[in-house]
């Protein structure tokens, strides 16, 4: 057997003549698997060593990659920090879609598994809850990093203002992108803020609590909907 390089410091086997030879990785391919590989790795560092005690020196070497690998696909730590955190949040809100959809097949049922949505981040996300405190209060103490910070937060939140709008549409006859995206800045604080207060007092953050909140949110927000149109309630 002998290894044979590929671009991007990446490798692909040849185990003998008379075997099928693995496929070299396109150019595209290998970068994608080195960000994949600097991601994994940061996730690691970051989680033991918190976001300020991480060095990309140590993010690199973990991946198994240079200090210049790592800056010829991210500009620094920052930006490896919101990748990361771009990357969990467009899971999470994959799942809420899920969730959402759902309502219509099973009613009520879909804030119940949203609650145990946010319980499962404050309880098993320990790591991920304080690294994102941590990096906030990096970005209040650096201007420059905040307007990136806001950028990638205001993208990540797209696909809920789009979820929201077009439950709102059905009720308002059209869409209004303006009070989607004022929900979602509400919702999303809204998780944020159960959360860190699951953390602080579990006993009196239980899981209901979540979907119950965004009930009355949404049940508040479509009757004063009907009120300002003159419908009865």
Excluded: C
Aim: aromatic fraction near 10%.
């Amino acid at each position: 057997m002998h290894w044979n390089r590929y671009l991007n410091g990446g490798y692909y086997m040849d185990m003998d003549a008379d075997q099928p030879q693995q496929r070299r990785l396109t150019r595209a391919e290998a970068k994608a698997r080195t960000r994949t590989l600097l991601l994994d790795a940061a996730s690691q560092v970051f989680a033991s060593q918190g976001f300020a005690g991480a060095s990309v020196e140590e993010i690199a070497e973990r991946a198994g990659f240079s200090i210049g690998a790592l800056y010829s696909n991210f500009t620094g730590k920052e930006e490896l920090f919101l990748e990361l955190m771009a990357s969990r949040a467009s899971d999470r809100a994959a799942e809420t879609t899920q969730l959402l959809q759902d309502e219509r097949e099973a009613p009520g049922r879909p804030w119940q598994a949203l609650g145990q949505q946010m319980i499962s981040v404050a309880d098993k996300n320990t790591e991920l809850v304080a690294l994102q405190a941590e990096f906030w209060l990096y970005a209040v103490r650096h201007p420059n990093v905040m307007e990136t910070f806001a950028a990638r937060v205001r993208q990540r939140r797209e696909p809920l203002e789009q979820l929201i709008g077009s439950e709102f549409s059905k009720d308002r006859g059209g869409y209004d992108g303006d009070l989607a995206s004022r929900v979602a800045i509400v919702v999303s604080a809204l998780f944020q803020g159960m959360v860190r207060q699951r953390r602080i007092d579990p006993d009196n953050v239980p899981a209901e609590l979540y979907g119950d909140a965004l009930r009355w949110l949404f049940t508040g927000i479509k009757a004063t909907e009907r009120a300002a149109r003159g419908e009865n309630q």
